[in-house]
């Protein structure tokens, strides 16, 4: 089982895009929104798994339904609390940035959304 890619298409992604796509526009385009959406089907098989799966079949480092590593994370979270992308934090984000932590990619799929296509 799992997610059902229309509903995480239609009800998250786009959602998602859309919003961001009030900073910059190109983040709004139905490539983006079909890039996250290809990704999430690859990467954890349509939402089936949250965490990566190591070899020895326990959990591994990526997380979330587009399996976002913490180094990755860390990158794009630091240039979302920095100038550079205030107009992206300004557009998603009322008031702060939700505080850093990598599990935030498992329980919060816009915030998923988000992350992966910056």
């Keep these: 089982m799992g997610i059902n890619a229309k ?3 239609e009800l998250v992604i786009v959602p998602a ?11 709004g385009a139905n490539v983006a929104k079909k890039l996250v959406l290809a990704t999430i089907a690859h990467e954890s098989q349509g939402g089936y798994y949250l965490r990566q799966v190591g070899n020895n079949g326990g959990y ?17 979270y630091e ?3 920095s100038d550079a992308w205030k107009d992206i934090r300004d557009a998603v ?3 702060e940035v939700p505080r850093y932590r990598d599990d935030r990619l498992i ?10 296509i910056l």
């Design 7 to 9: 509903h995480l298409y």
């Design 107 to 116: 329980y919060d799929l816009k915030y998923a959304a988000y992350i992966h």
């Design 79 to 81: 240039r979302l609390t």
């Design 93 to 95: 984000f009322t008031g």
């Design 60 to 76: 591994s480092v990526a997380r979330g339904i587009p399996q976002v590593e913490p180094p990755t994370h860390k990158w794009i």
């Design 17 to 27: 895009l859309e919003e961001l796509s009030f900073a910059r526009q190109n983040l």
